[in-house]
């Protein structure tokens, strides 16, 4: 029961302060003023795009095309 109750304050709490301090700390001026930054973004979204794709294909041989999508 106590391990319940220390799991429940952990995500509840603890670890939704932890996300929302680290947003604090982003510097959104610093970050699209610098160019090399702006430049790596569109690599994010491909290594994005191919993370999403790759289980995507894998689980379109067992699923159908929606629910492989969101498995992906």
Do not use: E
């Not at 220390?6 to 959104?28: A, D, H």
């Amino acid at each position: 029961a106590t391990q319940d109750k220390l799991t429940s304050i952990g995500y509840g709490f603890f670890i939704p302060i932890f996300f929302l301090m680290t947003g604090v700390k982003l510097n959104l001026r610093t970050l699209l003023t610098n160019p090399h930054a702006l430049a790596l973004i569109p690599v994010l979204v491909v290594c994005f795009i191919m993370a999403k794709i790759t289980p995507m294909l894998v689980f379109r041989q067992r699923f159908n095309g929606r629910n492989a999508f969101a498995g992906g």
